[in-house]
């Protein structure tokens, strides 16, 4: 069955940086255009980034655009998150998700002031 197990959450001062990794199974990671969103509780769930099958396209949400970059490595069938200049806006659960359908359990990551 599809597996997606999100990685690398935690706490990080303001400025600082993250990388989030999703590991993937259960289907052929190649095929699949791969993304991330974040939750905060009581709010609804939202895009952070989105990229392409072989990984030469990619996009972004304004609020993180600049800031994040996501990446993939099909031999792997890991999509990666790298977070730099954080802020405290940027607190959330992170949840990969292979679109259209599935998604993983979330990591959190809280940034402090």
């Known amino acids: 069955q599809v597996q997606l197990v999100e990685s690398g959450g935690g706490l990080v001062q303001a400025g600082g940086s993250l990388r989030l990794s999703c590991a993937a199974s259960g289907f052929t990671f190649s095929i699949y255009e791969m993304g991330w969103y974040r939750q905060v509780p009581g709010k609804e769930r939202e895009f952070v980034a989105r990229?392409?099958?072989?990984?030469?396209?990619?996009y972004y949400a304004d609020s993180v655009k600049g800031r994040f970059t996501i990446s993939r490595d099909n031999a792997k069938n890991t999509v990666y998150l790298q977070m730099d200049s954080l802020k405290p806006e940027d607190t959330a659960i992170y949840y990969c998700k292979q679109f259209p359908a599935y998604w993983g359990q979330g990591t959190q990551v809280t940034v402090s002031s």
């Open positions: 990229i392409s099958r072989s990984g030469g396209n990619s």
